[in-house]
């Protein structure tokens, strides 16, 4: 964040994981964030993956 690289993408992956971690569930972090609980899913999947 400090080197201004990180694109849109990888903010909210890293913040639905951010989420995921303190609710432990995908659901509460959707209905949270207002995304569907797939899309979710996948941008943990994502973060997981960096």
Not at 6 to 23: E, P, W
Not at 27 to 50: C, F, M, P, Q, S
């Amino acid at each position: 964040i400090e080197s201004g690289e990180l694109d849109a993408q990888n903010l909210i992956a890293g913040y639905c994981t951010l989420l995921y971690k303190r609710y432990g569930t995908f659901e509460d972090v959707a209905r949270r964030i207002n995304l569907d609980r797939r899309t979710v899913k996948k941008y943990i999947g994502e973060w997981e993956k960096t």
